[in-house]
């Protein structure tokens, strides 16, 4: 379950370095099974059915990435040194994860508290750091605002590449 929305994505992502995607996976999939979780109690019993569903699939794909971010971390002095970057690479998008949204408002109408939801994640992507003997990054720097609509130069080359096509062929049929 890797993230195709919100901070992760995007131009936080390096090219070819499975210990970007590994790190990316589990810093989305420690946050979603808290999201999960949350919502399998939600008051809406459609979306409450979804979150149960998905819980089980995201705690999967947590222990995956988990299970190699130990092995990577703890393994060679070079898988050491690329999770390490990974995760010092990625740290400052997960800060977006706890800056308010439409979403996460319609999420707290659903029963979600987002200040449990951090200190969980905080202490579930602390144990596997600590299990992979590597570190925390501090939190500061910038907060990318990418759920409010602010985007960096590169999303215009991306979506301009992504259009290509539908443009050149304006009255097509997909």
Request: net charge negative; aromatic share 10%; charged share 20%.
């Amino acid at each position: 379950e890797l993230p195709h929305h919100g901070p992760l994505v995007g131009y936080a992502v390096s090219e070819r370095d499975y210990a970007t995607t590994l790190v990316r996976n589990f810093f989305y999939s420690a946050l979603m099974v808290e999201v999960w979780s949350g919502l399998s109690d939600a008051a809406d019993r459609a979306l409450s059915a979804i979150a149960e569903r998905s819980l089980k699939e995201t705690r999967y794909h947590l222990r995956h990435s988990h299970d190699w971010l130990i092995r990577l971390g703890d393994g060679t002095e070079e898988s050491h040194r690329r999770v390490q970057a990974a995760i010092d690479h990625l740290w400052a998008y997960t800060l977006e994860f706890w800056s308010a949204s439409p979403v996460e408002t319609a999420a707290a109408d659903q029963g979600l508290d987002m200040t449990a939801i951090h200190a969980a994640w905080q202490r579930t992507v602390a144990a596997g750091l600590a299990q992979a003997t590597l570190h925390q990054p501090a939190d500061d720097g910038y907060v990318p605002q990418g759920k409010t609509g602010v985007h960096s130069e590169h999303l215009g080359y991306l979506l301009a590449e992504m259009q290509s096509l539908a443009r050149a062929h304006p009255h097509g049929q997909w």
